[in-house]
Every structure is written in C-alpha cells, then in structure tokens.
C-alpha cells in the first residue's frame, strides 16, 4: 500500500539551530498533510499542516514545506529549544477519506544544550 | 476543555483477561480511532467509527471489539488478552467538517502490559 516514510532516524541538533526534518510520500493522490510532535509518554500532538495548494505554510518557530514535484515535505524549527526534543512524523491523506490517514514512522530529534 | 481523555493510563493483565480500554471526547467529534503503537510498526490503526454507532475495521482488528453508542465514547474492549497486544493504544478524534476535518487529535495514551 502506499506509505509515508522519513529519511533520517534520529537527528540531533544544538540549542539554538535550525532543525529541518524530512519526510518522503508515496501516494500521489496525498492532498493533506500534518506533522506531529510526539514526546515520550505521550501523544502525538498536532504541530502544523498544509494541503496541497500550498508550499509552504509557517506558524510559530515551525514552517512546513511541501515539494508535490518530488513528494517531500519537510518541518523546520526556528531556534530549536530542548523542549523541541521529541519524536516528530508526517501523515498524508486525502481529503475525504477521514479513516486512511498515514503515518511514517518518525525521526527522533535530539537537542544538545 | 478536557479534549480527548484515556483510562486507564497504565494496566497490566494477564493472558486470556478480558480488557477494556476507554476514551472520551469533549469537542463532539464524529470520527473517532484507536490506534497502537509498537515499536518499529509505528501508528496502526485498529478500528475506527465514522458517528454513533457506525464502527469500521482498520488495519490490524482481529482480537479487538469496539462500540460506539455516544458520539463522545469509543471503547476498545480486547476480548481474550494475548501477549501480543502488549503495547501503547492512542485513541484520537476528528471533526466532521472545517478545515481541519481531516486532521485527527490524540490522547494521551494507554500502556498495556499483557503477562
């Protein structure tokens, strides 16, 4: 089936850097996609997202790119804070298929003091 | 604003137990997941309902019951506990419509421990 897959396992980043974390897709299709923060012992929590009439989108300290051309999207984090340390994924999906969002398996941000 | 809440948050059983898993939504979100998460598998989903009382399969049901009779509650029951369905279970809600009708909210996690 299709999936959403990340390129680096773990990166680890020094307070105060920008960190940019990548995601590739598969499904063409994908018009939807959200990036979650998931910190240990809890659950993942909504960080931002951005449909497919965009490429790029920003909130606070975090901007998402989507690149459709080659199926990428990745998450920047403007002046990365210990309290960023966490494991962050990307899910795809499309609009209208509430049940099939997916997700990838995630990349372990470290932030080093 | 509660948002979405699990109980309980840790639980050990052992095999063969009857087990019963719940989550609770406060925003009135029709759809509503279970998830598991295990260690190089990531996020699976289990069952899903789409409102009251309309629940659908996921990718990993069997050993799994669920009921929706209010919109604000999805429990999980598993039935006959296995070793197996040790792991971290993520309920999580999404609204009906809106921009963010797609975008599914979680909770904070159960952490079952089967013996």
């Known amino acids: 089936g299709e999936s959403v897959g990340l390129h680096l396992p773990t990166l680890s980043v020094q307070e105060g850097d920008n960190s940019i974390i990548n995601c590739a897709y598969s499904?063409?299709?994908?018009?939807?996609f959200i990036w979650y923060k998931q910190e240990s012992g809890k659950g993942p929590q909504f960080i931002i997202d951005i449909r497919s009439n965009m490429d790029k989108r920003q909130g606070q300290r975090v901007t998402v790119l989507l690149n459709k051309t080659v199926k990428h999207l990745s998450l920047q984090i403007a002046a990365t804070q210990p309290g960023d340390s966490a494991v962050y994924f990307c899910?795809?999906?499309?609009?209208?298929?509430?049940?099939?969002?997916?997700f990838g398996t995630g990349t372990r941000l470290q932030v080093t003091l | 604003d509660a948002g979405i809440t699990q109980s309980p948050r840790y639980k050990i059983t052992e095999t063969g137990r009857q087990v019963t898993l719940m989550c609770h939504q406060t925003w009135s979100h029709s759809y509503m997941f279970w998830y598991r998460q295990d260690l190089g598998h990531g996020l699976r989903l289990i069952y899903y309902?789409?409102?009251?009382?309309?629940?659908d399969k996921g990718e990993v049901p069997d050993g799994y019951v669920v009921s929706r009779s209010k919109t604000e509650n999805f429990p999980l029951t598993l039935e006959s506990a296995t070793r197996s369905q040790t792991s971290v279970y993520f309920c999580?809600?999404?609204?009906?419509?809106?921009?963010?009708?797609?975008?599914?909210?979680f909770g904070p996690g159960t952490r079952l421990l089967v013996l």
């Open positions: 999580a809600s999404s609204p009906t419509a809106g921009v963010y009708q797609e975008t599914q909210y």
């Open positions: 899910a795809e999906i499309v609009t209208g298929t509430a049940s099939k969002l997916t």
């Open positions: 309902s789409a409102a009251a009382d309309i629940t």
């Open positions: 499904n063409s299709a994908s018009d939807y």
